[in-house]
Every structure is written in structure tokens, then in C-alpha cells.
């Protein structure tokens, strides 16, 4: 592979100024963090919220970085004198330069790039999918959730000798997903579902559903699409674009008539299995996270590894080795307890997931600690609401809530012993009260409500007993 130079740098970023140092410095590694930079790398200045990555570049130099590539500084005669043997790249826009940096970089490889988004569960199935795809190629995924238009192109330059590409797409405004789609130009787009995420933002669920599909714009002509059938929006897309959209589209589902189907589902506290019905066969696929959704995570997982011709034994070792990213349906057993950590981020539509999921547990008191669902706007009163309902059709014993909206879900929970906390620490201290042995306790709430802080803290109390 050739590598990156920073005279392709100069020649990809617009308006890019090399201020000192060499033009022909290779540029491997590329990272925003002075803390993680290791000799050779590349620095990004990025200019947050809180701080100005751009001004930390002496720390970047003085830990090694070879390359730094800034906006809004004065690089003065003295600081070439001083930083000649780093290469100092001036750009107008260093989150517009690693976006154009990154576009490169994919034009140099010629693999497969499966691209993932959604309104919910897109990191789970990244994690299914990279890991099934892990049995045939040498693959690189997105970390975490790094999904935005900074994680995206990142992710791309971490590409080296990897033989496939998994990356994951979030947004909360319409255009973005365009974006990164040019940016990543994938060989298979899948969209998990569409939900209400970001409806306050987006104004319904159909805007959210067009900016959903942005993902197919950067889609190969011989590309594929790999949708959730059982989606309505999805469903009656792909009913009208079936026989008529430019590249192949493969389905997957439980209820609608799919490409590849999950029957025989059963689903118990600590996995599924269920037998996965392709157009050429049938085999049996052990999840080992609970829950319906990681069964439609898993078909999914099974539709990408079928389009990239994919052994049975792969797909089944694939799903069954998934690591998952950290506090998403997280369950941990402390002697008679259970915790349920999916406190990273919450929708409607994951709320209803977890909750359902407790409710089918057979566990003694289901208690669920419930936090507001942010970034819906005018739909805050009635999607806290329904969440109430979904706590109620479950039988959840004790609903604790924090949080303004958060009180409508008690109001709907009826039949459940009902708490409202102000603070997380109240929340903590009203669930120390009222868990007993046996019990299960979900917890789950939009990642700016901290509520790792309840969990880490129920856990440490847990293990204290």
C-alpha cells in the first residue's frame, strides 16, 4: 500500500500550507489526543466545546508527533526554528482536512467496506458483524461509537493492512450521513432500523428515515443494501424499490418474508438461539446476549457474512465470540443480583428493548432505574409516556426515575411501586432500599444523564455486601 505523504496531504486539503519541515514525512498514524501520540504519528489540532486541541501542539511535538496539522495558530520564525524537524501543516478546517485526508486514504484500498447505521442497535451490530467477518478477514471497526464526523474518517486512517472495513454511522441532523458516506464510499450499507431517535431534531420519523437513507449515496454501483424487513418504513421501501433500485438489495427478519429468516427463536436470561433460514440452507446460531433485538443484530450479522460468501461455521463462531461494546445490555451476576447496564444512550425504542427484556426475566423484584430520553422535543411527554406503558405491559415492580420528563413514565408505570429522584445520587440510594436478593435491576437513560454513575456505585455496594 502507498503510503500517505505529507505532500498528499497539501495536494487533498483545501488551502493546506506546509509552514516547515519535509514534504515527503510519511504519515501512518493519525490521532487528536497528545496523550496517546507515540514518535512518528500524526497530531490533529481539533477545536472543541471546552478546549482548543490546536494550541496543545509543542506537547504533541515534545511526545513525538512528527506531522501536526493545525488551524488558527501563528507559527512564527521562532517556532520553525525550534519545531524544523516536524512537519507543520496549516489548514483552514482540521476537521474538513481529516474528512479529505480520510476520503484518500479509502480511494487507495480496494476492499470491502460494510457501512452501519440506525436508529438504535447500530453499535451492537457492529460488533456482530465485525466479529463474524473476523472468521474469513483481517477486519478493522469502528471503536466504540465513534460514528460522527470526526470517528468516521478516523477510523479510516487507522486502515493498514486490514482486509475489510466495518464502520458505524450515527448523526442527529439531516446531511451528515451524506457526509460520511462520500467519505467511506461503502461496498454494503446496512440500516438496522428507523426509529425515533433524534425526532426532535429532525421533526418526524420520516425526515429521520430520509436521512437514513443518505447512506446509499455513497454505495458502490454494484454495491448491496441490507435492511431489517420487520421495520415499517424499511419494509414498505423496500416493497416499492425492490424491482426497480439500482443495486441488490438482501432483507432480513422475523415476521415479514425475508432473505434470510430466524424461526424457532427461543430466548432465554443469558442468550438465544434460533435456527437462521437462508435461500440455500439451515443452521442453528447461539447468541449469547439476551434479548430479541441482538437476534435481529445477529441476522443481520448473518445477511453481510452470506453477501461476502461466508461459511455457516464462520457465521455461527462469529456470533458466538461477539465482544460487545462497553454499557450496552452490560449483565453482570453479584451473588444474587443482577445488573443490567445499558446506560449509554436511550430511545424509545431501546427503552422498549430493555424493559421487555426484564420483563421476561425470571428473576425476583424487576426493578427498572429509568432516565429522560433527551433530543425529542416536542414528543419528550408522549415517548416518556409510552415508555411507561412498556414498563407496565412488562410487570415491572419498582420504576425508579430522575429527570424532568422521566416523572411521565411513573405516572404510566400504575401497577409498579413508583419513585421520582431529582439527583442521581438519590436514585442510588432509593434502589439500595428496595433491592433484595434475587432481584434484577435494568438501567437505562440518554448517555448525558451519567447514569454509569449509578451503575458503577450499585455495583460497588453489591460486591460490599
Not at 467511506?184 to 433524534?198: F, L
Not at 425470571?362 to 422535543?377: E, F, P, Q, R
Request: charged share 25%; hydrophobic share 35%; with cysteine.
Amino acid at each position: 500500500m502507498k503510503p500517505i505523504t505529507v505532500k498528499d496531504i497539501l495536494a487533498v486539503c483545501q488551502g493546506a500550507k506546509l509552514v516547515c519541515g519535509s514534504p515527503d514525512a510519511i504519515c501512518t498514524n493519525f490521532s487528536k489526543d497528545t496523550r496517546t501520540i507515540t514518535p512518528g504519528d500524526v497530531y490533529v489540532g481539533i477545536k472543541g466545546e471546552r478546549f482548543d486541541g490546536n494550541a496543545l501542539y509543542p506537547e504533541a511535538i515534545q511526545n513525538g508527533a512528527s506531522v501536526c496539522i493545525l488551524q488558527d495558530v501563528t507559527i512564527g520564525e521562532a517556532e520553525k526554528e525550534t519545531y524544523q524537524n516536524c512537519a507543520i501543516i496549516l489548514v483552514e478546517d482540521t476537521i474538513q482536512a481529516i474528512q479529505e485526508i480520510a476520503a484518500y486514504k479509502r480511494s487507495l484500498y480496494h476492499i470491502p467496506v460494510v457501512a452501519i447505521t440506525g436508529s438504535v442497535g447500530k453499535t451492537s451490530t457492529k460488533d456482530l458483524v465485525a466479529s463474524v467477518l473476523a472468521e474469513k478477514y483481517q477486519v478493522l471497526k469502528t471503536e466504540g461509537n465513534l460514528n460522527n464526523h470526526i470517528g468516521v474518517p478516523m477510523t479510516i486512517l487507522r486502515l493498514k493492512e486490514e482486509e475489510l472495513l466495518v464502520v458505524e454511522m450515527g448523526m442527529d441532523h439531516a446531511g451528515e450521513i451524506r457526509n460520511l458516506t462520500n467519505i467511506a464510499k461503502p461496498t454494503i450499507a446496512v440500516i438496522t432500523n428507523v426509529g425515533t431517535s433524534h425526532i426532535g431534531q429532525l421533526g418526524s420519523q420520516e425526515a429521520i428515515f430520509n436521512a437514513k437513507l443518505e447512506i446509499l449515496e455513497g454505495l458502490s454501483e454494484e454495491g448491496t443494501i441490507v435492511i431489517n424487513n420487520d421495520n415499517e418504513l424499511l419494509h414498505n421501501w423496500y416493497e416499492e424499490k425492490k424491482n426497480t433500485y439500482p443495486q441488490t438489495i438482501i432483507t432480513y427478519g422475523i415476521q415479514n418474508k425475508s432473505d434470510i429468516m430466524a424461526k424457532d427463536i427461543t430466548l432465554a436470561e443469558d442468550g438465544s438461539t434460533f435456527t437462521a433460514k437462508t435461500k440455500e440452507e439451515e443452521f442453528t446460531i447461539q447468541v449469547p446476549v439476551a434479548g430479541e433485538h441482538f437476534v435481529y443484530n445477529s441476522l443481520c450479522a448473518t445477511c453481510v457474512a452470506e453477501v461476502l460468501q461466508e461459511k455457516k461455521e464462520q457465521i455461527q463462531a462469529g456470533i458466538q465470540k461477539v465482544e460487545l461494546t462497553k454499557r450496552r445490555m452490560d449483565i453482570q451476576t453479584i451473588g444474587r443480583y443482577t445488573i443490567i447496564n445499558d446506560c449509554y444512550n436511550a430511545n424509545y425504542d431501546s427503552m422498549k428493548a430493555a424493559i421487555h427484556y426484564l420483563g421476561s426475566t425470571h428473576k425476583g423484584t424487576k426493578i427498572a432505574i429509568l432516565g429522560d430520553m433527551l433530543n425529542l422535543g416536542e414528543y419528550s411527554e408522549d415517548l416518556h409516556r409510552k415508555v411507561g406503558q412498556e414498563a407496565e405491559l412488562a410487570h415491572t415492580d419498582i420504576v425508579i426515575t430522575v429527570g424532568f420528563f422521566s416523572q411521565y413514565i411513573n405516572e404510566e408505570a400504575k401497577s409498579a411501586q413508583n419513585i421520582h429522584c431529582q439527583t442521581n445520587e438519590e436514585a442510588i440510594e432509593e434502589a439500595k432500599k428496595v433491592m433484595k436478593p434475587d432481584s434484577c435491576i435494568l438501567i437505562k437513560a440518554s448517555n448525558s444523564m451519567k447514569f454509569d454513575e449509578i451503575a458503577n456505585q450499585l455495583i460497588e455496594y453489591l460486591q460490599s455486601l
